[in-house]
């Protein structure tokens, strides 16, 4: 059973920064690929970034430049940095093993402006 669990999510000011980390249960973190995904009410779920095993990242447009998503396969552990936030940052950030259907349960982004 994988078990993935979210932190770091917060409330922080435009042009601020938050680290989101994903801690995940089982053998298997460091052979997948692994995603954030973002949520706003009434949109749809939005890939942010995923990382390959081996350490090759790819990011949504809107995020490019500002994020940078790490991993680390020894703490089984996924990271997001967040750099120079916008109110349109503001969602719940989800942790995903990549083409799977294991979740994290969400952390909350809140960027004032």
């Known amino acids: 059973q994988v078990q993935l669990v979210e932190s770091g999510g917060g409330l922080v000011q435009a042009g601020g920064s938050l680290r989101l980390s994903c801690a995940a249960s089982?053998?298997?973190?460091?052979?997948?690929?692994m995603a954030w995904y973002r949520q706003t009410p009434g949109k749809q779920r939005e890939l942010v970034a995923f990382?390959?095993?081996?350490?090759?990242?790819t990011y949504t447009a809107s995020v490019k430049g500002r994020f940078t998503i790490s991993r680390d396969n020894a703490k089984n552990t996924v990271y997001l940095q967040m750099n120079s936030l916008t109110p349109e940052d503001t969602a719940d950030y989800y942790c995903h093993v990549y083409g799977t259907g294991h979740w994290g349960q969400g952390t909350q982004v809140t960027v004032s402006s």
């Open positions: 990382i390959t095993s081996g350490g090759s990242a």
């Open positions: 089982g053998s298997i973190f460091s052979i997948k690929t």
